[in-house]
Nanobody, 122 residues
Framework: QLLESGGGLVQAGGSLRLSCAAS????????VAWFRRGPGKEREFVAA????????LYADSVKGRFTISRDNTKNTGYLQMTSLKPEDTAVYYC?????????????????WGQGTQVTVSL
C-alpha cells in the first residue's frame, strides 16, 4: 500500500528526495513517518508528519537537514534530504497509520513500504 522511491547513491553533502506513494485516497487522513535501518543498526525514527501537514517531528540527527512533507492531492509523502552524511546510509522506510500517539515509535504504524536504499559515499 506504500511504495517508496527516490533512493540511490550520492556523495556526502549531496541531496536526495524520497517519495512515499499510497494507493488509497484515505492516505490524506493518515499520519506518515520515515524510519531507517543502517547497516548493522536498529531501525530508527527519522521524521513524522500529521495528516494535515501542520505538525512535523524530527530526530535530532536529521534536524535542519531533512524536511518531511506531503501532498494529499497526490497521496504522496516526501522526505527531502540535504547535506547528506555517510552515516545517513540506510534503507529508508515510510510508514502510515490513522492514530499515532507516539510518532517516534515504529510500533504505532501498521502500514509500511518495502524500503528504498540510500547510500552516501565520502
Amino acid at each position: 500500500q506504500l511504495l517508496e522511491s527516490g533512493g540511490g547513491l550520492v556523495q556526502a553533502g549531496g541531496s536526495l528526495r524520497l517519495s512515499c506513494a499510497a494507493s488509497e485516497r484515505t492516505f490524506s487522513t493518515y499520519a506518515v513517518a520515515w524510519f531507517r535501518r543502517g547497516p548493522g543498526k536498529e531501525r530508527e525514527f527519522v521524521a513524522a508528519i500529521s495528516w494535515s501537514g501542520n505538525s512535523t517531528l524530527y530526530a535530532d540527527s536529521v534536524k535542519g537537514r531533512f524536511t518531511i512533507s506531503r501532498d494529499n492531492t497526490k497521496n504522496t509523502g516526501y522526505l527531502q534530504m540535504t547535506s547528506l552524511k555517510p552515516e545517513d546510509t540506510a534503507v529508508y522506510y515510510c510508514a502510515a497509520d490513522l492514530v499515532v500517539p507516539r510518532p517516534q515509535s515504529a510500533r504505532e504504524y501498521d502500514i509500511w513500504g518495502q524500503g528504498t536504499q540510500v547510500t552516501v559515499s565520502l
